[in-house]
């Protein structure tokens, strides 16, 4: 492989890592809308998906799309008042989006776990937007702090500076196998336990695959650079 | 492994090209959605690692009052802890916590909580589809939305109906004009007149707890501390024990205090504790063996000779128990074939507490949560003045109050200051300020201006249009339209606490509008239209506690309010904009200077025990701190110590100033230390009484303690009364307090949840002439309801005998008209009595093995909603 296409490669893996995160942060942090799933249900996010082989949940989304397309009103609505019952309440919520739920095995919120999440986010010097009256560990802000760190590493890795790249991508990967690989698969079981909708269905599939498709993704560019 | 570059590399994308794209579609995806996402932190907000202990609310009403404590490192609770604040003794005993009050972060934490105000999906102004309340779905709306629809509706019920088509009480709804009160009586049950009526609320309070070492014999009746009162009850009633007390215990079944404590143990059926009292009256009299000379003169309507003036003399207790003039003579047989208490182990007790001084005889309010309970409260008082155990060391006659006060008595020794926020009447309802529970315990059923029904009457009231009014008023008319319960969050979630949900149900879906605040879906939120997210005390200014008399508590501030709740004052003057009224007259006072008023104003006892000093020591430094308004002052203890500890306990001794004999001057010298009865005395003939029970308008008694069978009780568990031939419904259900709760708050906590299955017990001879086994899944009916639990059989019950723990937030299956909760008020009807107390300990059901898939124990409800 010459060395420019190679490095093409990696700059293709690390932007469309960037973009696979902000779609889950997307689609796991809020109500789904019109303009989101458009964006979802597009070429690219196809594309994109496949660059990962996570063609798995793809399926579950083209079913949801057709849904959309022949009644939008009514299938909106659906989602809706599914992402409500999932992820919002009030009633109890079936598989809670909250790392230190899985962590105490004990359904709570704002536990020391959180407060690791939370030096994590802060040696970037990010912090919630609802600092510390939402919890630091919701799976959209660990999402988005991934979504984040992986927009910077592909801007060094653009610039060349690949050696901050690599620290970065370190750190990802240890954020990776220290949290959300040790919470999301369990929370992804409970949730399609918990849902018939194709939509969560689908994303539950691919977000598990992502995660572990990242890791590997992240080895590989590790090894490479 | 993947060789993600290799594939990527064969598929020849353009770099350039595939990178504008994904950015061009994540910056799209950023503005389709903006939640849960990060933002630059500011240098301020680098994490602060120390830890601090923070005093914290325990706020239960499960009647007993502890230290709680919070270790906080960076705004998150990481730990609890309870009082360590002196080393344990029995005479200056820790304020420690329960297992209830320890989960308290799991209540505070659990990831059920309501984060933000929610709709019901088809509610709209004036009820939308109203059917669907309790299984409809749920819309996440913005406070904006929330406030103005609450606002709105509020507004359009009063000016097109009235303000009495309004139900509920809070410090908004006073000064918007009020609304139709629910008042009553729950825990305390009969208890409240009997009190006021023939002792004057002389036997609310005792002698204090170090004095009931001097007890030679402790009875408790249907009183089961050390599940019911946590906290220092038993520990207290222990000493007395040790001390050399023998204690009796009459219950339906052999209970924890039963095997802590009893030394021996008398089976009493529910609801029937008056005829084993009238049977052990007889024993005495037939013996001889009451204190003549105390009944003499200390109290009126014992015999003939010692009647009130201008009553009746034929209508004295003896010959009633005697059977001179009904000819039925209340021997201990007579007593035994309805109580089911053996008739010589009535005359042997008898003997006993007739014999034994000094003696203590206390009841809990459980014999007296029961159809025309008052007459167990008459029989019990009787009984116990006829062994003149009144006014003497180690000696009395008495309720014994909520846990707070059990086992404790004697005076207030410490105590919070008031807030200084004026009260604010209901305009509809005066004798009822705003507090934590309506018109509790009312106590004026003569006056006209009071709008509003008992607690057991509120369902009809809104399906038929009309009840009850007090004072021979007759039907009053009611077009009930919004029910509210946007207040204090201390869980009043009646819905699933007052009898007959089944009837609630359906009433709560014929109205307009339900409006609560709350901090995770009770059952009463399910069947709302708007719920509004409420802050716990753990994330509001603080408060002081007080518990039992020997300390307070001071909670403070844990955490910042969670994700969009907000207190109920917020919620108020949020509401009180929109409805053209001036937050500031509602609220003068900020939650800060309430709290720094309650803590100027708190004052403890002087050595001697005779007078009150300031409690706290506060500095003009303090004053500019705090940022209120308040003069310096002198006291015990500095304010920043006292904030530290977070309790403030007197430390006694047998030989201070602080012990109270209740009564002793009364006793001595009756006609120079009157109690403040009618008669001065205390009144086992109470012509007061009877009347005032009229005067609601629900049941009537006589004004001495007579046996009636009560509504569902054991005489309604048979067919033929001679032959004992069971009918329809032949088991009594008992509603017992329940470990995994304090009433229905912390029923969601899952550790609680695994600790307590919320199991129907039953008698093991009972269960196997049904040919069930334990464990199985059982069916249990009453005339109003059914539910399903899992069976636990026991010979701790007597047979003819269930419990069920009362609290569990009911789970309604509308199909099957199932709870599978295993809530008490499926099963217990609303039915009207005395001065309202809900009478629940009379409830007559019947089990069967239920035939549906078996229930998984409610800590597996796991992927189920449990609300
Ligand atoms: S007894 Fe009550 S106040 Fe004490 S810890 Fe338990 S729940 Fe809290």
């Known amino acids: ?225 | 492994m993947a060789d993600f570059i290799d594939r990527i590399n064969s598929l020849s994308l353009s770099r350039r090209n595939f990178i504008k794209a994904s950015t061009a579609a994540a910056a799209s995806l950023s503005l389709a959605g903006c939640g849960n996402s990060l933002v630059p932190a500011g240098t301020d907000q680098i994490t602060d690692q120390e830890e601090k202990w923070i005093p914290a609310a325990c706020w239960h009403n499960c009647g007993g009052r502890c230290s709680n404590k919070a270790l906080v490192v960076d705004g998150v609770v990481v730990r609890q802890k309870t009082d360590d604040t002196h080393p344990d003794s029995p005479d200056y005993p820790q304020q420690r916590g329960c297992h209830r009050g320890r989960s308290q972060r799991h209540h505070v934490f659990g990831a059920d909580r309501i984060k933000y105000p929610m709709k019901r999906k088809h509610w709209e102004p004036g009820g939308g589809n109203k059917e669907l309340r309790g299984r409809d779905e749920w819309v996440r709306i913005s406070w904006e939305e929330a406030l103005d629809h609450v606002a709105g509706e509020l507004k359009r019920i009063k000016n097109e109906y009235g303000n009495k088509s309004i139900l509920g009480t809070s410090r908004l709804l006073n000064f918007y004009g009020g609304g139709l009160v629910r008042w009553g009586s729950s825990s305390s049950g009969a208890w409240g007149m009997p009190q006021e009526c023939m002792t004057s609320g002389f036997s609310w309070s005792s002698n204090d707890r170090l004095n009931w070492r001097n007890a030679k014999l402790i009875v408790l009746w249907g009183a089961n501390p050390a599940r019911s009162s946590l906290g220092n009850p038993t520990y207290n009633l222990l000493q007395a024990k040790k001390a050399g007390a023998k204690f009796i215990v009459v219950d339906p079944s052999v209970t924890p205090t039963v095997k802590t404590l009893a030394d021996k143990y008398i089976p009493c059926r529910p609801g029937t504790d008056t005829a084993l009292l009238l049977g052990i009256a007889y024993h005495m009299i037939e013996n001889n063996l009451q204190d003549q000379d105390f009944i003499n003169r200390c109290t009126l309507g014992f015999d003939q000779d010692h009647m009130p003036e201008g009553t009746d003399p034929k209508e004295n207790f003896k010959d009633y128990v005697l059977g001179t003039y009904d000819g039925t003579p209340k021997t201990p047989e007579w007593a035994s074939e309805i109580c089911g208490t053996d008739p010589q182990l009535i005359r042997e007790f008898a003997t006993e507490i007739a014999t034994t001084k000094p003696m203590i005889f206390t009841s809990s309010f459980a014999p007296a949560r029961t159809y025309r309970g008052q007459q167990f409260c008459q029989a019990f008082l009787t009984v116990g003045w006829m062994t003149g155990n009144v006014g003497k060391t180690g000696a009395g006659v008495w309720t014994m109050g909520y846990a707070a006060s059990q086992s404790y008595g004697g005076k207030r020794l410490v105590r919070g200051g008031g807030s200084g926020l004026p009260r604010a009447v209901n305009p509809l309802f005066p004798d009822a300020a705003y507090g934590p529970y309506d018109g509790y315990r009312w106590a004026n059923p003569t006056n006209p201006d009071a709008n509003g029904m008992a607690y057991c009457e509120t369902y009809d009231a809104i399906l038929n249009g009309e009840y009850t009014g007090t004072n021979g008023r007759g039907k009053v008319p009611c077009d009930i339209r919004l029910i509210w319960l946007v207040r204090d969050g201390y869980g009043y979630n009646f819905l699933n606490q007052s009898s007959d949900f089944n009837k609630g149900v359906e009433a709560f879906r014929k109205v307009d509008f339900v409006v609560t605040n709350d901090i995770v879906l009770s059952t009463i939120s399910k069947y709302a239209d708007i719920v509004l997210p409420a802050t716990t005390q753990w994330e509001k200014e603080g408060k002081i506690y007080s518990g039992n008399p020997e300390a307070i508590f001071i909670a403070q501030k844990v955490v910042e309010p969670l994700f969009e709740t907000k207190t109920e004052e917020w919620m108020d003057c949020e509401l009180a904009k929109r409805l053209g009224l001036n937050p500031d007259e509602i609220y003068p006072l900020s939650d800060k200077q309430q709290f720094f008023n309650s803590l100027a104003g708190a004052s403890v006892i002087t050595k001697d025990g005779e007078n009150y000093e300031s409690l706290v020591t506060i500095t003009e430094q303090d004053i500019q701190e705090w940022g209120v308004e308040g003069n310096p002052q002198e006291g015990k203890i500095t304010l920043k110590d006292l904030l530290e500890q977070g309790v403030y306990q007197v430390p006694r001794s047998p030989d201070d100033n602080l012990t109270v004999v209740q009564g002793e001057d009364f006793v001595k010298d009756p006609e120079a230390n009157p109690l403040g009865t009618k008669s001065g005395k205390l009144e086992i003939h109470c012509q007061s009484l009877s009347d005032k029970i009229a005067a609601y308008g629900l049941t009537t008694i006589p004004p001495i303690a007579k046996y009636e069978p009560p509504l569902d009780g054991y005489e309604a568990t048979l067919k033929d009364w001679q032959s004992k031939e069971k009918g329809n419904y032949p088991f009594q259900l008992v509603t017992i307090h329940y470990g995994r709760r304090s009433h229905s708050t912390y029923d969601n906590i899952p550790q609680l949840r695994e600790a307590y299955p919320q199991d129907f017990v039953m008698n093991t001879r009972d269960g196997e002439a049904l040919s069930l086994k334990d464990g199985d899944t059982v069916l249990i009916e009453s005339a109003y309801g059914k539910c399903i639990r899992p069976l636990t059989l026991s010979e701790t019950l007597m047979p003819g005998v269930v419990t069920l723990g009362e609290g569990a937030w009911a789970e309604l299956d509308d199909e099957t008209g199932i709870d599978k909760a295993g809530a008490t008020n499926v099963l217990c009807g609303a039915r009207l009595s005395g001065q309202g107390e809900e009478p629940w300990n009379t409830t007559i059901v019947r089990v069967e093995k239920y035939n549906g898939e078996p229930l998984k124990s409610d800590a597996e409800w796991k992927q189920r909603i449990i609300f």
Request: aromatic share 10%.
């Open chain 1, 1 to 225: 492989m010459k060395i420019d296409s190679k490095q093409d490669s990696i700059a293709i893996i690390l932007v469309n890592r960037t973009y696979l995160y902000r779609l889950m942060q997307n689609f796991f942090g809020n109500e789904p809308t019109i303009e989101s799933l458009g964006i979802l249900f597009s070429e690219h996010t196809m594309t994109s998906l496949t660059l990962l082989s996570l063609e798995d949940g793809i399926d579950q989304l083209k079913s949801f799309a057709d849904q959309l397309n022949s009644d939008t009103d009514t299938a909106l609505d659906k989602v809706r008042s599914e992402y409500t019952r999932l992820f919002i309440g009030p009633t109890k919520l079936p598989a809670p989006p909250w790392e230190s739920v899985y962590i105490t095995k004990e359904r709570l919120l704002f536990q020391e776990s959180t407060l690791e999440v939370r030096k994590c986010y802060l040696k970037y010097s990010y912090r919630p937007t609802n600092f510390r009256s939402e919890p630091d560990d919701h799976l959209a802000l660990e999402l988005d702090f991934m979504a984040n760190l992986s927009h910077l590493a592909e801007n060094f890795f653009q610039d060349d500076k690949t050696s901050e790249s690599v620290d970065i991508l370190k750190d990802q990967k240890a954020f990776l196998e220290q949290h959300l690989l040790v919470w999301v698969p369990q929370f992804v079981s409970e949730l399609e336990a918990a849902t018939c909708h194709p939509l969560y269905l689908g994303m539950a599939s691919i977000l598990r695959n992502f995660l572990q498709a990242d890791l590997v993704a992240i080895d590989e560019i590790l090894d490479s650079i």
